[in-house]
């Protein structure tokens, strides 16, 4: 069966610079979940998107933005990365917005 | 305020050592509770989905349960492969934070052959 993919997978980037994370999820579904984990820690969430609109916000820094496409890919963009930001983002998708998640393999970001 | 507490932090079991994990919760109108399974580097492998008070679902050697304040995971007979960070996230009701899930810091198990 189709999984969520994630893209890159891993990426390295030097303080101030930007990163665009990809997340492609499973076919028909249409609510999409980002998160970031932190070593040693659950993961927290930051924005999802149902339909394309954006449908609930967590502890997003003002410093991310995200968006789902009319093909229901989501993008999350970073700018001006700070060391902190180094963590494994997940995304997940749903049939449904508030049915059960499946996540994807992660992009490993490493800030320099 | 919505929280998620899983205990142990921690299990060693011996292969066979049949156990239990537990998730309470503490959110306002329950609308789902999810246990996912997340091995090193990876992301989280969903498990079960329980909806209501006194539901079961059982997988393999493992089986999850729900009560209005908690939900266990029972392993049976635990393997070495079962080996793992076991997370429990709840979805909490209400008209604002439907999509928001939260998750446990999870239980990190160790299963010794």
């Known amino acids: 069966a189709a999984g969520v993919i994630q893209s890159p997978r891993h990426l390295i980037k030097e303080k101030r610079e930007t990163a665009t994370l990809k997340c492609y999820p499973i076919?028909?579904?249409?609510?999409v979940y980002w998160y970031q984990q932190g070593p040693g820690q659950d993961p927290q969430f930051l924005i999802s998107?149902?339909?394309?609109?954006?449908?609930d916000k967590g502890s997003i820094p003002d410093r991310f933005s995200a968006q789902q496409f009319s093909d229901y890919h989501s993008e999350l963009n970073m700018s001006s990365l700070e060391l902190g930001d180094s963590a494994l983002y997940f995304c997940?998708?749903?049939?449904?917005?508030?049915?059960?998640?499946?996540f994807g393999p992660g992009t490993r970001l490493t800030v320099l | 305020e919505d929280q998620v507490t899983q205990s142990p932090e921690a299990l060693r079991l011996q292969e066979g050592e049949s156990s239990s994990l537990n998730c309470s919760y503490t959110?306002?109108?329950?609308?789902?509770l999810f246990w996912y399974r997340q091995d090193p580097g990876k992301g989280p492998e969903f498990l079960f989905t329980?909806?209501?008070a006194g539901e079961e679902k059982e997988k393999e050697r493992l089986k999850a349960t729900l009560t209005k304040k908690e939900s266990f995971l029972h392993i049976t007979a635990p393997k070495p492969e079962d080996s793992a960070t076991y997370l429990c996230?709840?979805?909490?009701?209400?008209?604002?934070?439907?999509?928001?899930?939260?998750f446990g810091s999870g239980t990190k198990l160790n299963v010794k052959p």
């Open positions: 997940a998708s749903s049939l449904e917005s508030g049915d059960t998640q499946y």
């Open positions: 076919p028909r579904h249409d609510t």
């Open positions: 998107f149902y339909e394309k609109m954006q449908s």
């Open positions: 959110v306002s109108g329950l609308r789902g």
């Open positions: 329980l909806y209501s």
């Open positions: 996230a709840v979805q909490a009701g209400g008209k604002y934070n439907f999509n928001k899930f939260y």
